[in-house]
């Protein structure tokens, strides 16, 4: 992974979008970005909402536009495909993974002149449309379920702390974008996309260089690509800095039976 590409995620000045597209093409190479796709999505949005000024009648239309019109109603996956990933493709079939969703939904709102931002609510990201000083929307980005304030107040008193000074917190770019690699990392290693998925997880390791549960999936997938010196490693850094994980414990009873030097390299 190339500096400038990291430092293009680390940025918080950037539109996430378009760091979401900058990793579509790191990821998946060339191709069609999906830019067309979604610029005729925001004139559509743009011309039903601009039919009313109340901001919080706005909001609605342009929820309303989106989740029944534009089919992007859907339900939760434990893993969502690739294609869920890719901009052109996600759009063409209405099959939208939730980080990719989310953004795509602030960016059209934000078209829209709805002030909309990503909050983080226990345990998803979740759209938040400011409609004055005292009233925002708050709606899970693949249901298009809003929140009532009860509901919110539940969710909130998860986080530890005063709950008094406790606010909600705007998802910043990088949090967004380790999402986002992460359910795409699932899904390459469901459809045995090997090579894809280890581009993941040095993506997430250059984010994260220590985080021993990546440096486990990156040996996994090394395995599978028949480089288990390497993945040798790693199983051996995650035994080491996870010791009463149960798949550690069960790494090393495997580490402890295997020779390197009986190991064909390549």
Same mark, same amino acid.
């Given at each position: ?11 918080? &000045?950037?539109?996430?979008? &378009? ?12 191709? =069609?970005?999906?830019?067309? #796709?979604?610029? =005729? ?13 109340? +901001?919080?009648?706005? %909001? ?17 996956? +434990? ?6 990933? &890719? ?23 934000? %078209? ?12 998803? %990201? ?27 107040? *539940?969710?909130?008193? #998860? ?35 090997? =090579?894809? *998925? ?7 390791? %250059?984010?994260? +260089? =220590? ?24 199983? &051996? ?8 994980? +149960? ?20």
């Amino acid at each position: 992974m190339n500096d400038l590409l990291l430092s293009e995620i680390k940025s918080e &000045q950037n539109e996430p979008l &378009q760091t979401f597209l900058l990793l579509e093409e790191y990821i998946f190479g060339a191709s =069609d970005s999906g830019i067309s #796709e979604l610029d =005729d999505l925001v004139k559509l949005c743009q011309e039903e909402t601009d039919k009313v000024k109340e +901001p919080i009648e706005k %909001a609605e239309v342009l929820i309303n536009t989106l989740f029944v019109d534009q089919l992007f109603i859907d339900k939760h996956l +434990p893993v969502w495909p690739t294609i869920a990933h &890719q901009l052109s493709p996600a759009l063409s079939h209405k099959l939208i993974s939730p980080t990719l969703k989310a953004i795509l939904i602030a960016h059209i709102a934000n %078209a829209c002149d709805c002030k909309t931002d990503i909050v983080f609510v226990p345990e998803k %990201a979740m759209i938040r449309i400011v409609c004055d000083d005292h009233y925002a929307i708050i709606f899970d980005p693949i249901t298009g379920e809003s929140l009532n304030w009860h509901e919110l107040d *539940a969710r909130m008193s #998860e986080i530890s702390g005063d709950p008094f000074e406790i606010q909600m917190d705007v998802m910043k770019s990088e949090s967004l974008v380790l999402e986002h690699i992460t359910s795409l990392k699932a899904a390459f290693i469901r459809e045995h996309a090997y =090579d894809n *998925a280890l581009k993941c997880v040095d993506m997430l390791l %250059a984010l994260n +260089p =220590d985080d021993p549960f990546e440096r486990r999936d990156r040996g996994f997938l090394l395995h599978q690509l028949d480089c288990f010196k390497v993945a040798y490693d790693d199983y &051996q850094y995650f035994v080491e800095q996870c010791p009463k994980d +149960p798949a550690a414990q069960l790494l090393k009873l495997q580490l402890d039976k295997i020779s390197i030097s009986d190991t064909i390299l390549h």
